[in-house]
T-cell receptor
Framework: DTGVSQDPRHKITKRGQNVTFRCDPI?????LYWYRQTLGQGPEFLTY????????KSRLLSDRFSAERPKGSFSTLEIQRTEQGDSAMYLC?????????????FGQGTRLTVV | EDKVVQSPLSLVVHEGDTVTLNCSYE??????LLWYKQEKKAPTFLFML????IEKKSGRLSSILDKKELFSILNITATQTGDSAIYLC???????????FGPGTRLSVLP
């Protein structure tokens, strides 16, 4: 499977716990994005990497959220001290960094439930 | 702030009907507009539009972009129950968030 893969697919955690999600992009893609999606809403931008550099981070993103892409390949998204409002689908996408328009390819997502 | 708006937010039709989904946008540094279909998990890519007036077509689906009026439409003819999904419109911008999504249109096709 050469698509974008995310792990785990589902995560249930107690409020206050830390969670970490992983995303493996399509191998030749150097752009990687994290989005959050709640029921009835479109994906909401969280952050964006070009290779290992985190170039953009949503102003709405709490300090409890941090993302890394240490070697420019896979990425991790960590949420510290989870709250019930963090319950959502976390989507990862990747694309090529090219001069022309290109589409983003999405992973299956990690569904987080904070109880 | 970059914004993408879709209408209607929800639509119920019967098999065989034709539907038109709307997407309007206000962004700086526009690069392209994309349509995705989301059934249960990952959005899957449908179309990418960069030029005004050029229709993209795939089977019963087609889409067109108007860069002057800042909108796009997605048409689905002879709808089938398998077309039931959320249809997402996204705009790629050159700087900043890169892909800005609308809220989606939830289409339900009844047999």
């Amino acid at each position: 499977d050469t698509g974008v893969s995310q792990d785990p697919r589902h995560k249930i955690t107690k409020r206050g716990q830390n969670v970490t999600f992983r995303c493996d992009p399509i191998s030749e893609h150097n752009r990687l994005y994290w989005y959050r999606q709640t029921l009835g809403q479109g994906p909401e931008f969280l952050t964006y990497f070009q290779n290992e550099a985190q170039l953009e981070k949503s102003r709405l993103l709490s300090d409890r959220f941090s993302a890394e892409r240490p070697k420019g390949s896979f990425s991790t998204l960590e949420i510290q001290r989870t709250e019930q409002g963090d319950s959502a689908m976390y989507l990862c996408a990747s694309s090529l960094d090219v001069a022309v328009a290109t589409e983003a390819f999405f992973g299956q997502g990690t569904r987080l439930t904070v109880v | 702030e970059d914004k993408v708006v879709q209408s209607p937010l929800s639509l119920v039709v019967h098999e065989g009907d034709t539907v038109t989904l709307n997407c309007s946008y206000e962004v700086t540094n526009f690069r392209s507009l994309l349509w995705y279909k989301q059934e249960k998990k990952a959005p899957t890519f449908l179309f990418m539009l960069t030029s005004s007036g050029i229709e993209k077509k795939s089977g019963r689906l087609s889409s067109i972009l108007d860069k002057k009026e800042l909108f796009s439409i997605l048409n689905i003819t002879a709808t089938q129950t398998g077309d039931s999904a959320i249809y997402l419109c996204a705009v790629e911008v050159i700087y900043g968030q890169n892909f800005v999504f609308g809220p989606g249109t939830r289409l339900s096709v009844l047999p």
